[in-house]
Every structure is written in C-alpha cells, then in structure tokens.
C-alpha cells in the first residue's frame, strides 16, 4: 500500500503543476528579449518599405535566411503570420474551397477526405481534420516514422486519402526523427489520389538538445526527383525559436503549389506583417546565428528532458516505456490505463495533456498514451510534477493489479 | 483639339505616377515610427506574458481602447492579426464550412448565396465572392449609402441573400457617410434569410479630414434593440492609423456571433501576436491619443483631397462629377468612358485603379467610376497626376464627342 500513501501525501501538498501544453518557458523567451527593440530599420534588402502594405510572399532575405534550414528553395518559401497552424489550416481550406493542383475537383466536393495519422500524434492537426469532417485513420508511429507498410497499403487503394500528418523531425511526442528510408518511401509511394499531399509539420527543425543534430532528408527534393512535385506541404515557424507568440511561420512547397498558395492568399490579405520579418533578420543574422540561439535554448531545455529521464528511470524503470527525445519539446510516456492516471494527478494538483488527446477523436484504443511537456515548468516544479505523476502511476498499478 | 495637344505634351513628360491604391504615405508611416521600438515591457495589463502562446480574444486593453472607437463592448470585440481583410474573409470562409448561429446549414450546402454590393465598392469585398461562388447584385449607392428602397426588397424575398457589404464611413471610393436612417432601416429590415449577415466594414471610423467629424449611429447596438441581435459583423483596424502592414485588426459582434467565430478561430490558432497589441496600446493610449495622432494623419492627407478637388474643378467642372469627402482614402470621379480615360492614363503613365473594379465581377455597365486614391503621392507628383488624369478626361471627352 506505499503507492497509496504516497499519493495520499502528494495530495497533501497541494501542488498546481502545469505539464499540459508545449510552452517555451519564460527564461527562454528573455533570450529574445532584446526583439522588442527591433528593427532598427523599416527598409528591406530591396529597399521596399516593410512599414507598408504588399510583398505577400515575405521578405527575401528573411526566406534565404530559413531556406537551408527548413530545406526549400528561397523562392518557393511563402512567409506567414505569426502561427503555422494558421497556415495548415488554411492550406485545407484553399483544399476544400479550390481546387489543388492536380485535383479533379475542391475537396469539399469529395464524397470523403480521408488523412493518416501516425500514432501519438498531435492533437491540434487532429482538431483541424474533425473541424471539416476529414475523416482520420490512425497508423502506428515506429522508431523510424510512420509503419510505412501500412501508409503505402492505405494510399495507393483508397482514392479518398488525400493527406498525412507528419511531424518528421522530434516529433509530437514521441520525439522520433523519420528515417532516410521513411523518407525515401513516402517520396517514391503510388497514391490513388492524384491530389494526395504530406503536411510535413517541420516544427522542430532546428530544436536540437544535442551536439549531435538529428539530419532528416530532404522530402520536397527527393519527392521531386520521384516523379511528385507536388506532394510536399512543408510548414516551419519560429514560434519556439524567438517569441512564440510573435514569431513568423514558413510555408514551403513545389512552384505549382506555392503558386496555388498565393493565388488563394491574395484574395485574403495584403501582405503580412514585414516589420516583424525585418525584426527576425535582424536579430537572427544567419542560420549560424540561429543554431548558436538554439543552443542557448538547449542549455535551457535539455537539463528539463535530462531531468524527466532521470526521475522516472527512478520511479518507474520497468512498471512503463517512455521516450528519450534528442529534440522538440515532448516525452511520449507509455503506461497502462493512462486516461486513469491522468485523473489522479489531475485530482493532485498536476494538470497534463488529456488522455487521448495524441490520438484521432481524442480516442486512444490502448489507453496507454500520456504526453509529458516539460519546456515551461523551472526544474524544480518539473521535479515535483514528473515525481507526482510517476506516483500516480504506481498508485493505479498497484489498484489495477 | 486642345485636348489632343495636351495629351501629346503630356505623353512627351514621360511621367511614372501611381494613383491605384490607398496606401499611405511615407510621411504618414513615419507618424508611427516609434513604434519601432515598443513594447518597452512584454507584461499585459492582466500580468500576463505578451510574448507566449494564449489569449485567442485579444488583450482587454487594447479591446477596452478601441471599443468605443468601432462601437463594440470590449468584450463583444476580437483582436486579429494585421489585415481586417483576412478577418472578413474568414468569416466567410467559417459560414462557408460551419454553420453561422441561426443557419438551417453551412453556406457550402446551400444551393446559391446572394451578397449585396453597394455601387461602386471596394474591389478586394468582391474578389472574396467572387473567389467563393458568391453571387453579386449591385446596389446603387446613394448621398445616405445604399438605396435601402432596393435593399429591403432584395433582402425580404430573397433567401440566398446572405450578406450586404457595407463601408458605412467615408465609403470607398465615395466618401458618403451612411446616414442614421441608412443604419436604422438596416437594423430593422426582415430578411428572409435567417443567416442574413451586414459586414460592416468600418475601415475609416476614425480617418477625419475635417474638425465636424462624422457621426454614424451604431448599428450593432440598433439591430439588437431592433430584435436582430446576431446580424451584424463589425471589422476595423490599424492599417491606416498605426502602420500599413503591421497594424492590428477587429471583429465585433453579438456574444452568440464572437463565440461562433473564436470557436472557429480556435482550430486555426494558437492566439495572436500580443506584442503588436502591447505595442498598440502603448503608442496610442487612449480614444484622445487616437484622435491626436489622427489629426496628424490628416493634416497630410487633407491638403491632397483638397489639391484633387481644386484641379478637378479647375480642369473639368461640368465635364464630370466626383466627391468631396469628409474623410477616408479615396475620390470618386465619374466620367464617361472611364474605361478609355484609364488607359489613356496608362498610356501616359499614371496608373489608375481598373476602371470597373469598383464593381462586382470588374464591370461597370455605366463605365463612368474612376477611383482615385491621393494619400500615397506628395502634392507635387499628385497635382501631376491628376492635371494628367484631367486631360485624358477631356481628350476622350473631346474624341467621343
């Protein structure tokens, strides 16, 4: 009965812990404190006036600057506002109301949308999808990426699956980085849908907690050289980079589609906001710049996922599986009845991601699935939170057993 | 053939003038250049962090400061990114895919959708019906804004009809202030729609150019006493009070309306650039500091409207007819053979806005609108500009004759 004292005592300390959302913390956001003295200048390279309207594309300076970091040439590198989930979501909204390149008809006019979601996964790509209907089939996520058997089994039969969600470098929240030969396959795979597209969620590009950067290959490229120029939606942003409320965010993809993209974006803006994309140049400089501000980044985060490892290597080494991300901002923990879990450390102060929330429909059929965001607590409430939940852990184990 | 002399003589000049669209000016911009240096603190009014994640609504200062300016409770009001443009056609683009509080279905299922347009109007309004589908019907605007005579039969036995778009203060491109009556009849029309919706675009609720400001009556507040709570959606911004491409945006409306809209905005976002909005609140203050710095704004664009007034009179009284607003950013000329008097222009090197864009679909059938926008040029390329517009005016006048 030590779990159930021990929870008894968590209880007693009346925490209020917060590992629920992937939130840069607020000693990483004073690393770009000095952003909201920028810019210096309202000229841009080509001497436009970022104060004004137009240049619905972006800066040029600011797309070569994260052109080599999130593979995409500089010209078809689309610059947005201040969320690439803005820019996801619109992507399926130009889908549904305007033909794709490729398409026989809008998406909306399709009897069914199907997208693969590679399991645990992130749950606001799942949100987009039950918004307009788009039917969702989970795969299992693998060490390498997606099971790629099952992804090339389901798209080259079924002319209804027009898309699938990766986040392919650190992914959400496994921590998992695809494979070369993951890479390689969902370039060269056939697909039913002529119009089938990747939403390459390229969210932790440069988020290394190593001195050892994970490399992913080059989709767009390598897709191109297969014959589907078209089949690449890239998306990046520097939400988790500078400020992540006032951050700017890339779309990148083939000169058809990126052509596409902007047709649709002209009838909904006037150009985004280039100030803040002067701001990122200038604060940025380089891509060596933005690795040397990773870095501070890192000496930040790392210790936090070190700290996860550790704390449940104590508490749980063989009662549950857990991942060990050399990246991004999650920790995929595996235990059994997690939704369970969740509720006790949620009735002890200790506020996480809502079971399920990694799968479709918020449903996860094992149950076993908990995200852990350690980014924004400082190390000791982090301590206190992981601590609690490994207790909580034990506390249904032992109940269950 | 005097005309014909001049127009060579002013073909001679070589001239490179642009009067297309309403951007302001350098000098305008430099008003706000402060900003480039704001927030001087990321710290919100409520103690959050400006430059994290969160708040989808907006800061409440910065709603609290702009309500009574765009005739919304602040918490009736929505902060958006830099382009009321975009927040309009999202809305549309939510109606399209999610059912508008009181709609029987989403926009995408019925089998048409009527919006009103007021003649002549703001070009990007049709562009966003026209991308969707949207069918058009011109209304003929009038010294009070549209012929409500014509509004009310359209609305009451039509339920295609959807929406009306309207520019209730100094309209682009004439200038007319819709007077209460206008408002009053607006608000209390049946419509057979149940879903009909006024987009409100009051994109000059502030934009003076003289000391006897324009009063328009607050149509939400009418149409809810009037019964029809949910039947208006208001949209603003800073575009032209701060800076062009980075200002702020809002949408107000009833609480049914704003809760439908963030409901939908919370797939697309993950809140909006709070820093912009600090920035926002610093710089202007208060309703006072809006009006003072707008006053600066028109003593640089007041002597412009002036200028085009005087030159248009001297050149071409009784030859055509335009306005003489009391604010905003555009002249509204009418000619015959506006279409001809464009491309003479053209030919001559002043760049007019399309004639017939001030018209769905781009098609004036009375070919007479010619939209001038004076605010980007200094006095002395836009005397040039419209002495040069003058001429083309009086050569097609003198070959059509």
Request: aromatic share 8%; glycine share 8%.
């Amino acid at each position: 009965m030590t779990a159930q004292r021990d929870y008894a005592a968590l209880v007693q300390q009346g925490l209020s812990l917060d590992l629920t959302r992937g939130k840069p913390s607020p000693r990483q956001l004073d690393l770009s404190n000095v952003m909201l003295k920028l810019p210096t200048s309202y000229r841009a390279a080509d001497g436009s006036d970022g104060r004004n309207y137009g240049n619905l594309q972006g800066l040029r300076e600011l797309r070569e600057l994260f052109a080599p970091l999130v593979q995409v040439p500089a010209e078809q590198l689309v610059v947005g506002g201040n969320s690439s989930l803005t820019l996801m979501h619109d992507t399926i909204v130009h889908a549904l109301l305007a033909p794709l390149p490729g398409a026989a008809r809008r998406w909306v006019e399709e009897p069914e949308i199907t997208f693969l979601c590679p399991v645990p996964g992130y749950d606001r790509h799942f949100t987009i999808c039950e918004r307009f209907g788009i039917k969702m089939v989970p795969v299992p996520m693998t060490a390498t990426g997606p099971d790629m058997d099952v992804v090339e089994g389901l798209v080259a039969t079924d002319p209804s699956v027009k898309g699938i969600w990766c986040v392919p470098k650190y992914s959400n929240p496994t921590g998992v980085v695809y494979s070369d030969e993951t890479v390689r396959r969902l370039a060269a795979m056939p697909t039913a849908a002529p119009d089938f597209r990747i939403f390459w969620d390229n969210a932790y590009a440069v988020h290394h907690l190593t001195d050892t950067p994970a490399e992913l290959a080059d989709l767009l490229a390598i897709s191109a050289g297969q014959g589907h120029p078209d089949r690449v939606f890239v998306y990046a942003s520097t939400s988790k980079v500078t400020l992540a409320g006032a951050g700017v965010s890339f779309f990148g993809s083939s000169p058809a589609n990126v052509e596409w993209f902007l047709h649709q974006t002209s009838k909904q803006s006037i150009g985004p906001d280039k100030l803040n994309q002067l701001r990122h140049v200038e604060f940025l400089g380089d891509a060596a710049g933005v690795a040397a501000h990773m870095r501070r980044h890192a000496e930040l985060v790392g210790p936090k996922f070190e700290l996860v490892d550790k704390v449940l290597t104590d508490r749980l080494g063989g009662l549950a599986e857990w991942t060990s991300p050399k990246g991004g901002y999650f920790v995929s923990l595996e235990v059994p009845h997690a939704a369970e879990v969740v509720a006790r450390a949620k009735a002890a102060g200790i506020a996480l991601t809502p079971a399920g929330a990694t799968h479709p429909y918020g449903t996860d059929p094992a149950d076993r699935t908990i995200r852990i965001a350690p980014t924004y607590p400082e190390l000791d409430e982090l301590e206190r939170a992981i601590t609690g939940l490994a207790v909580c852990v034990r506390l249904v184990a032992e109940e269950r057993a």
